[in-house]
């Protein structure tokens, strides 16, 4: 009866794009899915679950405590109304008012983007420092990290840092004048995995918290995201997270995750709560995180250059086209990249981008470059069969 999309009537892509949450992330490994399948077919107290999944974060981390959210942009907000409330419980129950809280959020100018929308969300203002002039070739400079300390003031509730192998300024610096005035650092890691040692890095230069997606290269749930940091802050974020519908003399939290003697009293349901995480996603999620650890950087590399290597071969006798196989220093998943002439081919890239994603299989590439005549095509969600699909139709096209 075909696969499930087949018998629901919805068709499946070719997806040369990667685990763009748009195409619906990953495809989990067989092992991830079993465990998400075998999780769903009992109950637990997902405080519990929670707790245990932030000690194999924290291991593999190097951070005090871990936490599973429902992805990156999840985490960003968690992490921040973490910094703004603190373990205070009427903070937490007011948010998104944060009238009479440090509010502010401050975040280098070249970091922006609308994944802060998370942040936003949790009733602060981001507060943009510097001019990064570099990006329009008017000047050579980013924002500094003494850009960053002449704006903290007591209305600060932390630095916000999007983590990237060209971020400016360094992280260790920003860290510097944030904890020099007592402000947490949160970065967003979203997709800076693989190498996989940037699972400890952020941490090591000094963040307070650090978030990573599960549905990108972890191949985790496209809905789970890894926090790490800091074991008050991730206190924090499970107070606001966790469904709280319950009587403080009966709540019994895991001691490593939430220390109830802290507490005057229990806050309610927090802003957290409509990113809520299953089961299925936070088993999912360790077993995909244990092996993207297990599997190691160069295996995984290996396995990207065979698909890439392959689809350059099959793509390789096109006419009016170059292709070229790239890897970028610092994040090391291998790219094919077909270059169109677009005038001796008597179409441009666009339209071949189209007729790609018009055809039957719908084949969707790498548009960062198609205004150039660029299309690129990474190997992360390739599935077998799928080079030979990709270079029918191209041949097809660019032939006709
Ligand atoms: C992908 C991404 C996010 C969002 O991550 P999710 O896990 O989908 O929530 C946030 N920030 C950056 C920089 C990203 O690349």
């Known amino acids: 009866m075909g696969n499930i999309y087949e018998r629901l009537g919805v068709r499946t892509i070719v997806n040369a794009v990667g685990p763009a949450t748009r195409l619906s992330g990953s495809i989990l490994p067989e092992a991830v899915a079993e465990a998400m399948r075998e999780a769903s077919q009992f109950c637990v107290n997902l405080e519990e679950l929670q707790a245990w999944a932030g000690g194999v974060i924290a291991e593999i981390t190097g951070a005090e405590a871990g936490y599973v959210t429902s992805g990156a942009a999840a985490g960003q907000m968690l992490g921040v109304a973490a910094c703004v409330t603190g373990l205070d419980p009427g903070k937490m129950n007011r948010l998104p008012d944060t009238e009479g809280m440090a509010n502010e959020v401050i975040i280098p100018r070249s970091h922006r983007n609308f994944y802060d929308h998370a942040i936003r969300a949790v009733g602060v203002r981001l507060v943009e420092v510097g001019i990064s002039d570099r990006f329009t070739g008017a000047g050579v400079r980013d924002t500094e990290a003494w850009e960053i300390a002449d704006a903290i003031t007591d209305r600060t509730a932390a630095v916000a840092y999007v983590a990237n192998v060209r971020a400016l ?100 349901h927090g802003i957290g709560r409509p990113c809520k995480v299953g089961k299925e996603e936070i088993v999912g999620l360790i077993t995909a995180l244990r092996l993207f650890v297990a599997e190691g950087d160069e295996a995984r590399k290996a396995g990207w250059e065979t698909t890439t290597a392959a689809l350059a071969n099959a793509l390789g006798d096109l006419p009016h086209a170059q292709v070229r196989v790239v890897v970028n220093p610092g994040r090391p998943v291998p790219m094919v990249w077909l270059e169109v002439d677009e005038q001796a081919a008597g179409i441009t890239g666009v339209d071949l981008v189209r007729q790609l994603i018009a055809g039957d299989p719908s084949i969707h590439v790498n548009t960062s470059n198609v205004y150039e005549g660029s299309l690129g095509f990474g190997p992360m969600c390739l599935k077998e069969g799928d080079v030979e699909v990709i270079s029918g139709r191209l041949h097809e096209l660019l032939e006709g």
Request: with cysteine; proline share 10%.
């Open 169 to 268: 300024p360094p992280l260790r610096e920003v860290v510097a004048v944030a904890h020099a005035r007592g402000v947490p650092v949160v970065v967003d890691a979203a997709g800076q995995l693989p190498p996989a040692s940037n699972l400890t890095r952020f941490v090591s230069e000094g963040a307070d918290l650090v978030c990573f997606s599960g549905g990108k290269a972890v191949r985790g749930p496209q809905s789970s995201g890894i926090l790490c940091g800091r074991r008050d802050l991730i206190a924090a974020v499970a107070l606001q997270h966790l469904d709280q519908d319950v009587f403080f003399e009966l709540w019994d939290p895991p001691r490593s995750l939430i220390d109830k003697e802290k507490l005057p009293g229990a806050p309610q």
